[in-house]
């Protein structure tokens, strides 16, 4: 239960709303009503600078996880006073003054008034969103046809819930570092050209808070770390058709730190995995759908003759049937082994399209068995008669006079891999084969 509400309503959220809902509604709003865009509106509504200030103030205490969490506890005077009147950055740091003695250098604005300053220059750092997590999803390219909701339990960084942030139990509170006397930096010497000069650099007992909890004062949860690991099961909905190295956006659900003005975002990285039938083709553009490739595989018959059959299953369920005319008929043609044959839209989807499906021809020889079977049956002249006729000896159509003719054998050819495609469905590793050999890298 809330204290008080009026921020919220001001944002025109609940007061159980999310970050990412409070986020969406001030952005909403805050266009709404900025004073620029209201002096420029044509529907006569008259400004109102004051609306505007009421959205900025509810977003700067909601949005910051220690702010919101005294609001919600102590209504408005846990957040900083009684709401207008002084500016928000001035009730902030009154607050602050109030709380810890001063301002912790983390928050910027004015050195607090009289401190021990030391001559350091005190710091402006803003409060800027925590950077996103990176999550990879395989995925199959059945999900990817098709689309589908997929959930993971996410490891995540949260603000400590049982401190609200401060690291400290309750009644106590972080103090000024000893290290650095609440500065948030120390000094060290460094040569620059021909002078020593004193440079700051970030304190590592504080991480540049410049408070810091005692270990007696530390929250028995976080043990003063002021944030704690945190499991989290997010549901989402895969696009299909989406491509590789795509990202969903999850607003909000990545690491949070008490530092930040808002968690980070969760972004989940798409990879689609190899499938045993089917190859996903690079797609033309990043807005195109992408081609599907799969081999086709006829026997000599159906290559010269046509066919009328079921080919494949596709990667939704449904059956593909294909009748292939024979010899006489329309359309018909021979489908020679290495041709290449397109079902329009048949491939990947993509926003409302379809790619292609390209089908690969291999044409299944006959074997030995099948031409020994035949031997017996006598049938061996009767193939040759139909058959078209053996070529003559090459050799003496276009070996010039005083070549040699050499005898040579005919071996399997070694398949080579397709690099771009290995290196698309995440399973090659084009660039490893050069490791080590580079010019320069070796040593010895
Ligand atoms: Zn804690
Ligand atoms: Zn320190």
């Not at 959220?13 to 709404?32: H, N, Q, T």
């Not at 106590?172 to 700051?200: D, E, H, L, N």
């Not at 530092?259 to 989940?268: K, T, Y």
């Not at 398949?415 to 890298?441: I, M, N, S, V």
């Amino acid at each position: 239960m809330v204290a008080d509400t009026k921020l919220y309503d001001a944002l025109g959220v609940a007061p159980g709303a999310s970050d990412a809902e409070i986020k969406k509604a001030y952005r909403k709003l805050a266009l709404r009503h900025h004073p620029d865009k209201q002096s420029s509106t044509t529907d006569g509504a008259p400004a109102d600078p004051t609306r505007f200030q009421e959205i900025q103030h509810a977003w700067e205490v909601l949005s910051d996880p220690d702010q919101r969490a005294d609001y919600d506890e102590f209504g408005e005077k846990g957040s900083g006073g009684g709401g207008g009147g002084a500016g928000d950055e001035e009730m902030f740091h009154d607050f602050f003054a109030e709380m810890f003695g001063g301002v912790p250098p983390g928050f910027g604005g004015p050195p607090p008034p009289g401190g021990g300053g030391g001559g350091g220059r005190p710091r402006q750092k803003r409060k800027t969103q925590t950077p996103p997590s990176v999550v990879d999803l395989p995925l199959t390219l059945e999900e990817l046809y098709t689309g589908c909701a997929k959930h993971l339990a996410v490891e995540r960084t949260r603000t400590c819930a049982t401190c609200a942030g401060s690291g400290a139990k309750p009644g106590r509170q972080a103090k000024p570092c000893v290290k650095c006397s609440g500065q948030g930096q120390t000094f060290a010497m460094k040569q620059m050209g021909p002078y020593i000069q004193r440079v700051p650099i970030r304190c590592t007992l504080c991480e540049g808070r410049g408070l810091k909890v005692r270990d007696q004062d530390a929250c028995k949860k976080c043990k003063g770390a002021r944030t704690v690991r945190d499991k989290k099961r997010v549901d989402f909905h895969v696009e299909r058709g989406m491509h590789f190295g795509e990202t969903i956006v999850i607003s909000g659900e990545g690491d949070e730190s008490p530092d930040s003005s808002a968690p980070g975002d969760l972004h989940i990285t798409v990879r689609p995995l190899p499938h045993p039938t089917f190859v996903l083709v690079p797609p033309r553009s990043p807005s195109s759908p992408s081609d599907l490739s799969t081999t086709l595989s006829l026997t000599l018959s159906e290559s010269l003759l046509g066919f009328s059959r079921l080919i494949l299953v596709h990667l939704d369920g449904r059956g593909l049937r294909v009748a292939q005319p024979g010899p006489g008929q329309r359309g018909w043609r021979v489908l020679k082994g290495g041709d290449e044959v397109v079902v329009p839209g048949e491939g990947m989807w993509r926003a409302g399209r379809r790619g292609d499906l390209v089908l690969r021809v291999e044409v299944a020889m006959p074997d030995e068995q099948w031409a020994m079977g035949l031997a017996e049956r006598g049938g061996v002249e009767t193939l040759r008669g139909l058959l078209p006729p053996r070529r003559p000896d090459l050799a003496k159509v276009v070996v010039e006079e005083g070549k040699e003719t050499d005898e040579v054998e005919l071996e399997e050819k070694k398949e080579q891999p397709e690099e771009e495609e290995q290196w698309y469905h995440g399973t090659g590793r084009p660039y490893d084969e050069d490791e080590g050999a580079a010019p320069g890298c070796q040593q010895q």
